[in-house]
């Protein structure tokens, strides 16, 4: 495996550090918090955190709306604090990369105070300004793209909230002074960089209006209320061409190419992971991104077989036309800005067995994994009740807009925000069952409420001292992929392609062959492999099973596999 970089082997684990850990009880989470749990980290057996923004902001997009590149969140202690934490990372193996918001700032950041306080101030051009709106682009976030700036009196365009002011990327200073933030992090000794929103950093230079027949409160509202196959398939018409020509548009190939030759002045193998599913930004394999994302994986309502097989297919396919050591996929199920994995994709019945059967999904499928904080102990989505505890802005504006504009009863609209709200899958981390789950004292309001169910079990503490808990099954898969090669850098052969029920399929390197299976069922199954080519005359030595296995060896003629199992084997010639 001594070919494979770090940050092909590793398993990543993002922090959203407003939610992980309050370590000065303010209610907030912040790196004091995160510094204490790094040994909990260690122990779970994760190999990297991608951290989300912690750089100063006024917050209206939690974060992402960065008012200072090289800086510390003061809620989140000082840029020593992140020192201490990046070291003590790297004392224990683990590495950091940082999020990187390159598409926008925030109004309050200096450039664009500067920027909209005339029109000839040596940063005017730093950000996208037009004399009038030169079209009818929504932001979206929160309505029109174009907001008015009296002292300009021109109009500047937002991808996202209008305290989100889009860069102008077609100015060489900008990218001059956003490689010096990038190389001020990298001198430090982060590891790398996820890049957010890359797709939405260029916009059509026609300015090109969109050609959808209402703006982006009436599809969120329309996209709330279509329930038939024609409108559910209109609803994504809508979206896509509603912003078409303000995403992935040309130019991203060369600036994705100037910031990988950022990151190639250092040594250690900085890498870049970019919040887009488009393999085309790994370039050549070696110039542009190291990985991608593969959503396309998450887009789908639930997780089977044939879902999962057929994304492989289509991704690996394109993957492999990049140089091997390099065309590397990987992958994820949850994040901050979508529905948690045991809510989206349970099914009221079986949450906590498919919880645990995507959890090896991600874990054995072939690629880098992708944790998102708290799925390790099963946190669910928590639908918020009270507009007023709502953070997400695009929460709040869409409640607003259609109480007030499309008289909808505010009740509806509260129930329509929680599901929509990102804030239902960025709960507090749930760290025991003491008052506000331990994740502040009990006499502090936390910055989101709590998922009141951490008294029931889905906490860390209880699940520590639980041998069947889901945190220990997470701990279990991580050793084993570790102590399994083949697991981690073998190809992907999928098995019995046809199966409906179970998802099998080998991972194969020289040295070893992985069989695994996960059945999606609830029905016991009984399945004979002896006529799959790469492994007849062959027996399975189990590696890991989330039932009872009393026998170590299985035979792969009459493999018997529970509802909902897992399992794992090392595939042994019988003459070994
Ligand atoms: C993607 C981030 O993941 C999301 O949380 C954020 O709101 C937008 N980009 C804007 O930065």
Redesign the pocket.
């Known amino acids: 495996m001594s070919s494979l970089k770090w940050w092909q082997t590793a398993v990543f684990y993002q922090i959203y550090p407003r939610s992980f850990a309050d370590g000065n009880g303010d209610g907030i989470g912040d790196f004091k918090g995160i510094i204490e749990k790094l040994d909990y980290l260690a122990d779970l057996g994760v190999d990297a955190l991608w951290l989300?923004p912690h750089f100063p902001s006024p917050n209206w997009?939690?974060g992402?709306?960065i008012s200072d590149y090289c800086n510390v969140a003061p809620e989140y202690g000082t840029l020593d604090d992140f020192k201490t934490f990046l070291d003590e990372s790297h004392k224990r193996n683990i590495r950091v990369i940082l999020?990187l918001?390159l598409?926008?700032t925030s109004d309050e950041h200096e450039w664009f105070v500067e920027s909209k306080s005339s029109r000839d101030n040596p940063k005017a051009d730093w950000y996208v300004w037009a004399d009038t709106p030169p079209n009818n682009w929504q932001s979206c976030?929160d309505g029109d793209a174009w907001t008015y700036v009296p002292e300009r009196d021109q109009y500047y365009y937002h991808?996202?909230m209008k305290q989100?002011p889009d860069l102008n990327w077609h100015n060489p200073e900008v990218k001059k002074a956003m490689w010096d933030a990038v190389r001020f992090w990298l001198d430090l000794g982060v590891d790398g960089y996820r890049l957010?929103?890359i797709g939405?950093i260029y916009e059509d230079p026609n300015l090109t209006p969109h050609n959808v027949p209402m703006n982006l409160a009436e599809l969120r509202r329309f996209s709330d209320l279509a329930k038939t196959p024609t409108e559910l398939k209109l609803k994504d018409k809508y979206w896509h061409d509603m912003f078409k020509n303000q995403w992935g548009q040309a130019g991203l190939h060369g600036l994705m190419k100037e910031l990988r030759a950022v990151l190639d002045e250092y040594d250690g193998d900085r890498m870049l992971v970019g919040?887009d599913d488009n393999i085309d930004y790994m370039g050549n394999g070696k110039d542009e991104l190291h990985l991608v994302f593969n959503f396309p994986l998450m887009r789908t309502e639930h997780i089977t077989p044939e879902h999962v097989r057929k994304n492989q297919k289509e991704r690996l396919k394109r993957l492999d036309i990049l140089p091997a050591e390099t065309g590397w996929p990987c992958n994820t199920l949850g994040?901050?800005?979508c529905s948690r994995i045991h809510t989206r994709y349970g099914d009221k019945l079986h949450d906590a067995e498919l919880a645990r059967l995507n959890a090896a999904l991600v874990l054995t499928m072939k690629g880098t994994p992708f944790l998102y904080n708290g799925e390790e102990i099963g946190m669910t989505d928590y639908m918020l009740t009270d507009i007023s505890h709502v953070k997400d802005t695009?929460g709040t504006w869409y409640y607003h807009s259609i109480v007030t504009i499309m008289g909808v009863h505010p009740e509806e609209a509260m129930l329509r925000t929680a599901e929509m709200t990102?804030d239902k899958n960025r709960t507090p981390m749930q760290w025991s069952n003491n008052s506000n789950a331990g994740f502040s004292p009990a006499s502090v309001t936390t910055w989101l409420p709590l998922n009141p169910n951490y008294k029931d079990g889905v906490n860390v503490t209880d699940q520590e001292r639980s041998p069947y808990s889901l945190l220990n099954y997470y701990k279990h898969l991580l050793r084993v992929r570790k102590n399994t090669p083949a697991l981690i850098q073998g190809a992907y052969v999928p098995v019995h392609a046809a199966a409906k029920d179970y998802f099998a399929f080998l991972r194969v390197s020289e040295a070893q062959k992985i069989l695994v299976i996960l059945n999606f069922s609830n029905k016991r199954l009984e399945l004979d492999f002896s006529r799959v080519k790469e492994i007849k005359s062959h027996t399975l030595h189990t590696l890991f099973s989330s039932a009872d296995h009393s026998q170590k060896e299985q035979d792969l003629k009459a493999m018997s596999v529970n509802p909902f199992e897992v399992y794992i084997a090392e595939v042994k010639s019988i003459h070994a």
Do not use: G, K
């Open positions: 989300s997009d939690c992402y709306d999020d918001v598409n926008h976030f991808y996202f989100q957010d929103a939405t919040e994040n901050h800005d695009m990102r």
